[in-house]
T-cell receptor
């Protein structure tokens, strides 16, 4: 049973518009969340993170929102650019499973259309 | 500064053959990890090493062994490859818990 879910396998967005990628988790012990981005034939690269003491973290065009009661987080990309086209993985960890054990979701493939 | 390097990039094995995937990092990181990526499954942790001399099981350790040879190198061994081990394998490293993990480019393994 997947502990981190990304229910949209793919998403298409026009350049300049907002991209919203969603992620749900089932384990209430998770308290640290990350987003990674992956281009084809490359390894994932870290994008942004958030701990459960915050409900929002911003880094340039990327903002992650955390709703602990709903066990839901989302990644907003504004404005979206063609170079943002990639697979985005949501990931979570917590003290129960040691922060070394990061659980990844299945990924959402984002296409930004020029 | 090469970051995390993995060899080989691609390998074809027959069922029952063995092989070792190599990983090295030059960032003086304490922690190293092995993941596999399968379609629709995301990345799943196979084994990790929180520090030199220690290794621990991840989500899917069966069929694999690891060796933390020194601080730089962390190898993954398949003793008797099975078609279910066909996957893309990623090595990663980090300074420690809650620190960013840096990934290598991956090894694509096909077991026939």
């Amino acid at each position: 049973d997947q502990q981190v879910k990304q229910n949209s396998p793919s998403l298409s967005v026009q350049e300049g518009r907002i991209s919203i990628l969603n992620c749900d988790y089932t384990n209430s012990m998770f308290d640290y969340f990350l987003w990674y981005k992956k281009y084809p034939a490359e390894g994932p690269t870290f994008l942004i993170s958030i701990s459960s003491i915050k409900d929002k973290n911003e880094d340039g065009r990327f903002t992650v929102f955390l709703n602990k009661s709903a066990k839901h987080l989302s990644l907003h990309i504004v404005p979206s650019q063609p170079g943002d086209s990639a697979v985005y993985f949501c990931a979570a960890s917590g003290p129960e499973t040691s922060y070394d054990k990061v659980i990844f979701g299945p990924g959402t493939s984002l296409s930004v259309i020029p | 500064n090469a970051g995390v390097t993995q060899t080989p990039k691609f390998q074809v094995l027959k069922t029952g053959q063995s092989m070792t995937l190599q990983c090295a990092q030059d960032m003086n990181h304490n922690s190293m990890y092995w993941y596999r990526q399968d379609p629709g499954m995301g990345l799943r942790l196979i084994y990790y090493s929180a520090s030199e001399g220690t290794t621990d099981k991840g989500e899917v350790p069966n069929g694999y062994n690891v060796s933390r040879l020194n601080k730089r190198e962390f190898s993954l061994r398949l003793e008797s490859a099975a078609p279910s081990q066909t996957s893309v394998y990623f090595c990663a490293s980090s300074r420690g818990q809650l620190e960013t993990q840096y990934f290598g480019p991956g090894t694509r393994l096909l077991v026939l």
